[in-house]
């Protein structure tokens, strides 16, 4: 049997932000791999297929991705299209590069699906270009979070250096992040956003770099973006206006 396995982005969320691909795949697929973070609205768009959960959440690393990998060869052998569906872009934090090797090592023709990154839905919903003219030029996605036993992160390095930093699986190391920042020498003023569940209604809290933690506590347990850069500095201060009048009205 010719099987393939497809690495598909299932977007921030919302059903609708899927690609036209994955979702002619998803109707096709006889089997699902799918994350924790992918909605029941978006497996619902295979019905044929048996959906199999392999959701890793953090501090379970090696053993459960050769598992995750190993699974999928065995699926490849028994079905003509199998589905790896990933939140997000497969291809970002998403642990795709492990599973593409062993399936091309084990001769198992691979294809990669784009999707919707968590970060262009949450600028998105913030209607805030993550680059500007004059003001932005780069942007850096990253995660302070490494696995066991992985060198050092240069997360801090990199969003230094950045104008845009999305920073990926940070809230429940907020404080840590706004300290690292600050003390590496980034303004304690700059503009901060965090997005909670973006694509699917986000909550949204902004201030600065050192309200990180404060912000990050306003949110409910959902997925969270931080975005910081200055580029961010109209929509916060619109917000922190916002509150003052409200202040006021009281
Ligand atoms: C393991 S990473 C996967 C990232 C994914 N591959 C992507 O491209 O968005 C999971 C992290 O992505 C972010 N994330 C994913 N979906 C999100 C959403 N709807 N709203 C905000 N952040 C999200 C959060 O930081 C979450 O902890």
């Keep these: 049997m010719s099987a393939k396995v497809y690495l598909v982005g299932g977007g921030p969320g919302a059903v609708d932000l899927l690609t036209v691909r994955a979702v002619r795949l998803l109707a096709e697929a006889e ?6 973070l992918v909605p029941q609205a ?31 060869a065995d699926a490849a052998q028994q079905h003509r299209i199998v589905v790896r569906l990933k939140g997000g872009d497969p291809l970002l934090f998403g642990r795709a590069q492990e ?11 691979v294809e990669v699906v784009p999707g919707v990154t968590a970060a262009f839905a949450a600028s998105a919903d913030l209607g805030v270009s993550l680059t500007q003219r004059g ?26 250096a950045a ?14 992040i706004s300290q690292a920042l600050i003390k590496g020498g980034k303004p304690a003023a700059t503009p901060v956003a965090v997005i909670e569940n973006a694509s699917l209604g986000a909550a949204v809290a902004r201030g600065t770099l050192a309200e990180l933690p ?18 961010l500095r109209n929509a916060v201060s619109a917000a922190q206006r916002a509150k003052a009048r409200r202040r006021l009205a009281r």
């Design 163 to 176: 104008d845009t930093a999305a920073i990926y699986m940070g809230a429940g190391e907020a404080l840590a």
């Design 99 to 109: 599973e593409i090797d062993y399936l091309r090592a084990h001769g198992i023709a």
């Design 135 to 160: 003001l932005a030029r780069s942007v850096a996605f990253v995660t302070p979070r490494v696995g066991a036993g992985e060198a050092d992160s240069t997360w801090v390095q990199t969003v230094l």
């Design 31 to 36: 089997i699902v791999f799918h994350d924790a």
């Design 214 to 231: 404060q912000l990050a506590a306003q949110l409910s347990g959902g997925p969270v973006l931080i975005l910081l850069g200055e580029v």
């Design 42 to 72: 978006i497996l619902a768009l295979a019905p044929r297929a048996e959906k199999v959960a392999v959701g890793k959440r953090s501090g379970r690393h090696s053993t459960a991705q050769h598992f995750i990998n190993k699974r999928l």
